[in-house]
Structures are given as C-alpha cells and as structure tokens.
C-alpha cells in the first residue's frame, strides 16, 4: 500500500477549497438586482431587450419573464429584476444581463 505525504495532500484539499470558494464568488459577484420601472422595450428576432435609461441597463428576458416585463411595461409597474451580468453585444454601453427573477411591485397586477 502506498504511502502519501500529508502534507501534499493538505495542500491540495486547501487549493480545492479555496478554488471553490473563489469560482462562487465570482459568480456571486456577476448577479445584480434592479429595483424600479424599464423605460423601453424592443424586440427583435435574436431577443427582447428591456432598457433602464438611468443606470443605463439593458435586460434580454424570454419567456415567462418577457411577458412580465412586457405587461408591466404597459401598466408602468415597478419591478425588482434579479440578473446575470454578461458583457453588451456591439454598440450598446452600460451593463447587460440576462433576467433570471421578476417581481412586480403593484397591486392588482
């Protein structure tokens, strides 16, 4: 039966640990939350975009949540977004992200 160096064998549970714990922070870090109304809509055939002109926000939802956000695009709702950051196709600036949570802050929705 072989022997193993403990040591080593620390050292690389350490690593592994420390590793996951890195890749859930930076996955921690890439969500974001938006609370308030969106201010345009448009669609197109590769998505829907939903943008927030003052923290300039552009959202591509589908889906569930494209209906959501559509109705209460018309109702001038107030909503909290939950997002995945990912980086903006050409030409747009700001922060992009793909909706992942819709909660509409009115009643009678």
Do not use: W
């Not at 022997?3 to 592994?16: E, G, H």
């Not at 956000?69 to 977004?81: D, E, M, P, T, V």
């Amino acid at each position: 039966m072989p022997k193993y160096n403990t040591s080593c064998l620390q050292r690389i549970v350490c690593a592994l640990v420390l590793g996951t714990g890195l890749l859930c922070a930076a996955s921690a870090i890439q969500a974001d939350t938006f609370t308030g109304k969106v201010d345009l809509i448009e669609a197109k055939s590769d998505g829907t975009r939903f943008f927030v002109r003052d923290p300039g926000l552009n959202l591509y939802a589908s889906g569930h949540y494209r209906d959501l956000l559509q109705q209460g695009y018309f109702r001038k709702a107030s909503f909290s977004i939950g997002y995945q950051l990912f980086p903006c196709p050409g030409g747009l600036s700001g922060k992009c992200g793909t909706v992942y949570s819709v909660a509409v802050e009115q009643a009678n929705f």
